[in-house]
């Protein structure tokens, strides 16, 4: 059964003190569609990904997934729910391993309770190997099949990153929101992510990109919407708003 | 009954000085310190050695207690906070100064002793004046002068500036020339004399005991949070609502319950006011 | 998380058989008397060591669930003539429930509030107990209860003790190195992360909180039992702060580590003297010097010793992703 839900933010606004962040901005993101959310800095993009996440609650309008309203779940009712996210300065477990910080991703599924695994109970066990099995799949899918026990700390800047993304997908996501996952990466490794956002996005996932690296983003986004100033100023396929002039004239230059 | 009035309004305002030095504290290192509460012991206990031991003019008793305090608030900051607020771990800090808590308390239970030793009369005056007894009075003029004191501090003089200009946001301050290690410690200086002073003030009523530390940590701070954090008017207003409910609860259901009625009285503003009376309202971290 | 290699257990091997035979080895009664004592703290640190060591929330004030547990046995072993048993678990069962109580309205403050709410309960509760003279006696106290044979020797209660420590540390253990492990490291170390990937923050510190309530309640009864007498004053906040230098030294995330650092703090003063007139000062100079210079724990010590002795080298080697056992991995729906 193909989920056919999307994820939208439905006439947002979202205001801190005296200003406004995001003025009535709308965004779809559908499944097995990369959608790509740029626009300068201050645009209110980071914001908008927060409103999706629930990290805050929309000052105005809604946030939809399928016919469910989720403007007032909490960030992790919004991950039970399949959505996942990474964050720009990626947040790990220092002193675990690569591996444990993805198995952690899969807590939204492992249902063992707090007695039933203090008791080692059988079926705690078999979870946990199953667990431990996909994360080691999803880990060298994404490339750090050669660190698995590595502690995080000594992770570099891309390792911690695509860490990031491997537990996002441990969740077994719906949609993965991407909090500009590109800063800091080589040309090689921006191509292994477009690599990996495509396989994501070819089995049924919507990811949302929140980028700077515009040729990134216009490489691999079916569709694009670009922000100023909280305010959305184009939105459409990648084409469309590549060439946009507002969007030439405020944020890609001549 | 008035006595129970003006006792609970005493002790209301040393625990309202133990707020304000969290206060001043927590405006320059964003750190709340376990040791605040130990610097009016240590104010009370080296002002009754002064006067009481070594035989000095109160005056000189005062100084200990000042110099006590301000070189205690000192040894938190180079010891306890400096070298902890650059790790990433956040409470790293509590554990330091809780850890520099217990070296002091025991240090001064094995100087000083561990029974509460009474405090000498700063000025000459009967036993016998209840109401008027100096060991109420003292307390309470102290706090409010304190109080005025920063007030003047802040708005009037350049390091006061800096001070509020390193509260709002320590990263500008530094970006602008301001050595944040030094008017840190400045600050724990002078809130450490004061800690010391509003010891020393309230020695009458407390008598100097070298476990107070603790006490006065928890009660200041609950005079802190019901206030307030980072409010002076409302650490005063706390540890007056916090002072006055102790004494009358002790007067009707006997002394036993006051701790727990002070704790029911700072969960019950935590969860209708999380930020206290007259506290600002935290802005979320992401 | 870490399953064990053939040296760990090799060495569990050995640990197992010293003290499973202490009783035969020790000294003399004095010496039986401090593994028990050991053996009983550990109950209550193996228990904290998962709401400080594991999840990052700062206690101070389980001498307060000690002191509750110790009290309901005696109440109940003691004067109500309960069978000890049966007042062992009872006083248990109300060290959970004190710990919900102190934890519905605390866990949600922020680090210094919570920790002043736990030294305050325990305050509190040293205030209940003095009060309520007709229950507990107030300053006089009341004698700890014996175990019925063979637990009423020495070394029956040794065993007794030993083998609750040993199946909290089994318990622990199980939560330490399954999913619920990595959630509680998750919440001490970054919570917007754990909350991020599906963690109930607030549930799952409470669950702990309250499992750490359990483990004190025991381990206060049977202190009552070793104690043979127990008095408000037995309970003094100082306690709390070593139950918490034993798991801060030992190294937080770990079992053996708290485990050694409980051995250690527990019986170094006894062994050395001078340290015993320091008494707190000591454990406080401690904490501090190792919050100072290293806040990981005794074990990273040895951490560091072994990377000077012999430096790992780290190779790096490029990001290649396996694309297809992404889609692989990504197609499986268990």
């Known amino acids: 059964m193909t989920n056919t839900a999307q994820l939208q933010a439905v006439s947002v606004s979202r205001a801190f003190g005296g200003i ?86 899969a807590w939204i599924h492992a249902d063992a309770g707090f007695m039933s695994t203090a008791l080692a109970l059988p079926h705690v066990g078999a979870q946990e190997l199953d667990i431990q ?40 996501p719906r949609f993965m929101l991407l909090d500009e996952p590109a800063g800091g990466l080589t040309h090689q490794e921006i191509d292994h992510l477009a690599d990996v956002v495509r396989t994501l996005r070819d089995n049924g996932i919507g990811v949302l990109l929140v980028e700077h690296h515009t040729d990134f983003v216009f490489r691999i986004c079916d569709r694009v919407t670009t922000l100023n100033t909280g305010k959305m100023i184009c939105h459409g396929t990648s084409e469309q708003v590549r060439n946009d002039p507002e969007v030439i004239r405020v944020y890609l230059g001549a | ?89 956040e409470h790293l800090w509590l554990l330091s100064t809780l850890a520099l808590a217990t070296m002091v308390q025991q240090a001064a239970g094995l100087w000083w002793g561990t029974e509460p030793k009474p405090f000498p009369r700063l000025i000459p005056q009967d036993f016998g004046v209840g109401v008027m ?54 600050s724990y200086v002078l809130s450490g004399a004061l800690g010391g002073l509003a010891g020393f003030a309230a020695g009458q009523l407390t008598f100097a005991f070298f476990a107070l530390g603790l006490t006065l940590t928890l009660n200041g701070f609950i005079a802190l949070a019901v206030g307030g954090l980072g409010s002076n008017v409302g650490a005063i207003l706390g540890g007056a609502a916090l002072g006055l409910l102790n004494a009358y609860a002790s007067y009707w259901f006997g002394g036993e319950y006051q701790q727990t009625i002070a704790v029911g009285l700072l969960m019950i503003v935590l969860l209708v006011k999380p930020e206290g009376l007259l506290g600002d309202r935290q802005v979320r971290p992401v | 998380m870490n399953s064990l290699t053939h040296t760990h257990k090799a060495w569990l ?36 060591n998962m709401v400080v060591g594991f999840t990052g929330q700062l206690s101070i004030g389980h001498v307060g669930l000690l002191c509750i547990g110790s009290y309901a046995f005696a109440v109940l072993a003691g004067k109500s003539g309960w069978h000890p048993a049966l007042a062992l678990a009872a006083s248990g069962v109300l060290g959970g429930v004190c710990g919900l109580a102190l934890g519905l309205p605390s866990l949600r403050l922020p680090g210094f509030y919570f920790a002043m709410a736990t030294m ?102 049977v202190f009552a039992s070793l104690q043979s007498y127990i008095t408000p004053d037995t309970f003094v906040f100082e306690l709390s702060l070593f139950f918490f230098v034993c798991i801060i030294i030992g190294g937080r995330g770990s079992i053996i580590g708290p485990f050694i ?41 040895f951490d560091i010793i072994r990377e000077r002795l012999r430096p790992r080298v780290v190779h790096r080697e490029p990001i290649s992703p396996d694309l297809a056992r992404l889609d692989r991995a990504l197609k499986y729906k268990p």
């Open chain 3, 261 to 301: 650092g409980t051995v250690v703090l527990t019986a170094l003063p006894e062994l050395v003297a001078p340290l015993a007139k320091l008494g707190n000062f000591f454990y406080g100079l401690l904490l501090l010097v190792v919050v100072l210079v290293v806040p990981e724990g005794i074990g990273r010590v």
């Open chain 2, 1 to 89: 009954m008035l006595t129970v009035l003006i006792t609970g309004l005493a002790t209301g305002m040393l625990f309202a000085a133990v707020a304000l030095v969290y206060n001043v504290m927590y405006s320059t290192s964003k750190v709340l310190s376990v040791t605040t509460g130990h610097i009016s012991m240590l104010g009370g206990v080296f002002g009754a050695y002064a006067i009481s031991v070594l035989q000095l003019h109160w005056t000189l008793g005062l100084l200990a207690a000042v110099v006590a305090g301000g070189a205690f608030g000192a040894l938190t900051e180079l010891l306890a906070i400096r070298r902890v607020l650059n790790r990433s771990d």
């Open chain 2, 133 to 186: 007894d100096q060991k109420f009075w003292l307390p309470i003029g102290m706090t409010l002068l304190m109080a005025i004191g920063l007030e003047l501090f802040y708005k009037r003089t350049m390091y006061g500036k800096v001070f509020m200009a390193m509260s709002e946001d320590a990263f500008a301050a530094q970006a602008r020339g301001i050595s944040t290690d030094r008017i840190r410690l400045m």
């Open chain 3, 120 to 221: 305050a309960f325990a305050l509190i509760v040293n205030d209940l107990v003095l009060a309520q003279v007709d229950l507990t006696g107030g300053g006089i106290g009341l004698p700890g209860p014996l175990f019925p044979a063979p637990f009423d020797s020495p070394s029956g209660f040794y065993y007794l003790v030993s083998l609750l420590a040993l199946g909290v540390t089994w318990l622990s253990w199980n939560l330490g190195r399954h999913m619920w492990g990595r959630a509680l490291i998750s919440i001490r170390d970054n919570p917007v992360a754990a909350q991020s990937v599906g963690v109930a923050v607030f549930r799952a510190k409470l669950t702990v909180f309250v499992f750490s309530g359990v483990t004190a309640g025991l381990a206060g009864a």
């Open chain 1, 133 to 172: 099995a996909r994360a080691i799949e999803l880990l060298h899918g994404v490339g750090l099949g050669h660190v698995m026990q590595r502690q995080a700390s000594l992770l570099d800047h891309a390792e911690q990153r695509f860490l990031e993304i491997a537990r996002g997908l441990a969740m077994q």
């Open chain 1, 20 to 105: 406004k962040a995001l003025d009535d901005v709308s965004l779809e993101l559908r499944p097995g569609e990369v959608h790509g959310l740029i626009g300068p800095n201050g645009s209110g993009k980071t914001t908008l990904l927060n409103l999706l996440c629930g990290f805050y609650q929309p000052s105005s309008g809604v946030i939809h997934l399928g016919e469910q309203d989720l403007s007032q779940a909490s960030v992790q009712m919004r991950a039970v729910n399949g959505i996942a996210r990474t964050f720009q300065k990626p947040r790990l477990m220092p002193m675990l391993s690569v591996l444990d910080n993805c198995m952690l991703g």
């Open chain 3, 13 to 48: 091997l050995l640990g197992g058989l010293l003290i499973a035979t202490l009783p035969g080895w020790a000294g003399d009664q004095y010496q039986l008397h401090l593994a028990s004592l050991i053996a009983v703290y550990w109950i209550l640190i193996a228990g904290l």
